[in-house]
């Protein structure tokens, strides 16, 4: 990262830490603890709200809303709509998580409905996921990418220019694009896949960048070089996936903005 | 705590770990994991039921009854009335968690209709949850408090004498009152505020301890002098809100009756 | 374990780790976290989805299909339904948790009907589950065994070959049979009865077991072996529950198939 987004990005984690924002998540069953502790640990404020009887006022109160797709039933479809649409009223940003997009028609499909029916500021995604809201078919085989993040760098500015909404790609390598700008990140751990729920982490974090940065592509690319970062300092304890996921808490909770300012290795991708 | 109830808090410690009571949550999503860990280290036997079609058996066998607000849904709300009639038949103390009062009136509405309608042994919630239900307005950002216990605790007692219930108000300090008898538990550590569900697992050890203890100021009163107590603990060999977590499980599991009996540190506040 | 069923052993616990095998899940919201890092850490690929709009796409993507009945709705018995018909016309194989069968009449009803509507591969229960099924009566105070598995190991062989569905039995020592032949596995380690969900892990893992061995009672002698003897590893460093789970997640990921064919105590029950 140049010395400018690098002190941005520092910028932006105080001032999460200063502000707290409200991140109002309707999210999977799996995650839901784990990234409402990430949240936790970056500074940020939580809260898992799926009732259609008040997701709108639960948003009304956020500084982002975070829409994971991960584990679906029409009652969470329903809260989605109900609360992106609050959020589109009020200006609130809403990041969108497409958890096994190509996996199932329903999940491709309510994908696509959100982005349609909602201005979404972000869609995060693994390669596969991404590809297949790019093709319009199917391609993954659960909620485990099968695509290379350098495979979904081809049709991501693309996608992002069609949508008009910036487009994330993690993975060993993590891209960002809005078709215009594209930022490469290169930290993270391989120890990072092997963890439930980390591109949902990475999404929620996302969310709580978006709660202090309007511009989505910087947003994501901080979000993600913090998250990697911390991910290479818990890698340095660890002893496998359980004490990682352990330790990546800690990390995202003593990473503090100077550290993330030295430690984020952003590269931009000129086309 | 002095030397008499001191002895009260280990006998009820070890009841625990001697009866191993079922202690039925109905409780959110986020916290399931963790509050079924958690009374599992204290010695309960914890489980989760919300079903229309089996709230009731499984109340009956259970030594408390659990009811925590955070990610509610009509079913949930519904099946939380169903087993609180059976617990109340069955004279099986029934606990309230109202986790995001104040923040959306579904919220608010349905704690104060549980309250209505069932005879609730607890409350235990934060500052501005405590405060939603005293002034029947909201207050709270999500599910964190922004108020302090110093403003809870002046309509407190004031609350339990309208609901007749008595009210435990956690933070830096707890505050558990009757409105006749008022307590402050001194243990806890800021690492707390930094873990999700930490106020979730306060209700669900204090539901483990009214399955043994039927006056249920003196139960909450332990029950946070326990976990303030682990989570001073905790904190000795912790690096951050991830490790921390981890070890407040392990030393809920250690900590035995002598120790929490000479380490609680709990005063009576006089009016 | 004799020196070719332990190179078998190893051998499927590399074929998981060689095929990523997706192992799709319709589960209880206490323990999708842990069992998703578990089939992570062994080298299998964990999705959770439980929509009747998507179940039967999804099973026709996996490797095996895992219907557990720790929190039931009557949604997720439609889905477990819908999804175990599509498993069985694809051959995916089906592993029943009839998690609480016999602590109320909807989990002993449901597992029941599963097993009378679906051919399923196996079932794994602690010893009270089991002798619910096998009696047709209640005798389980909530989700914890109150029956030892001696006592289960007698019912155990006619309720495999009543159900024609082999039947695996965990607690202190596992015992799996479909009714000809009966094993015991001998690993583990007593903080497993203290880490919620370590049944449903145990079925889990089976499932990914299940994915690349056909023989439903070498598979989950295999998967519970490889459980145990990673909490005999995890329990070494572990101070207490909470870092027992995390522990057990770093062991069940560095746990090779040479160590597992080395370390598995095993022992056929002749009859």
Redesign the interface.
């Known amino acids: 990262m140049n010395e400018i987004s690098g002190k941005r990005a520092a910028a932006a984690l105080a001032a999460i830490r200063g502000k707290?924002p409200?991140v109002?998540n309707i999210t999977?069953?799996?995650?839901?603890?784990?990234t409402?502790?990430a949240l936790?640990?970056c500074g940020a404020?939580?809260?898992?709200?799926?009732?259609a009887?008040?997701v709108q006022?639960?948003t009304a109160?956020?500084g982002a809303l975070v829409l994971n797709i991960?584990?679906?039933?029409?009652?969470w479809i329903e809260a989605m709509h109900l609360a992106g649409e609050r959020a589109n009223q009020l200006g609130v940003p809403v990041i969108l998580d497409p958890v096994?997009a190509g996996?199932?028609?329903?999940?491709t499909e309510t994908a696509k409905e959100l982005l349609t029916r909602l201005k979404v500021s972000l869609v995060r995604g693994n390669a596969s996921e991404i590809m297949a809201l790019a093709s319009g078919e199917g391609g993954t085989?659960?909620?485990?990418s099968i695509h290379g993040v350098e495979e979904a760098a081809l049709v991501a500015p693309g996608l992002a220019r069609d949508l008009q909404t910036p487009v994330a790609i993690t993975g060993p390598q993590d891209l960002i694009t809005d078709g215009k700008r594209t930022f490469m990140v290169g930290n993270g751990h391989p120890l990072m896949s092997?963890?439930?729920?980390m591109g949902c982490t990475a999404t929620a974090l996302t969310g709580a960048f978006l709660a202090v940065e309007p511009d989505p592509v910087d947003a994501a690319t901080w979000a993600l070089s913090y998250l990697g970062l911390a991910g290479e300092r818990a890698a340095l304890s660890?002893?496998?996936?359980?004490?990682f996921?352990?330790?990546?808490?800690?990390?995202?909770?003593?990473l503090d903005a100077p550290a993330l300012a030295a430690g984020a290795r952003v590269s931009q991708v000129l086309s």
């Open positions: 707290k409200l109002h999977n069953y799996v995650v839901m603890n784990y409402a502790n936790l640990a404020s939580p809260v898992m709200a799926h009732a009887a008040e006022e639960m109160l956020a991960g584990t679906l039933s029409p009652a096994g996996a199932t028609r329903l999940r085989k659960g909620v485990d092997r963890v439930t729920g660890a002893n496998g996936p359980g004490s996921a352990v330790a990546l808490l800690d990390a995202l909770y003593n």
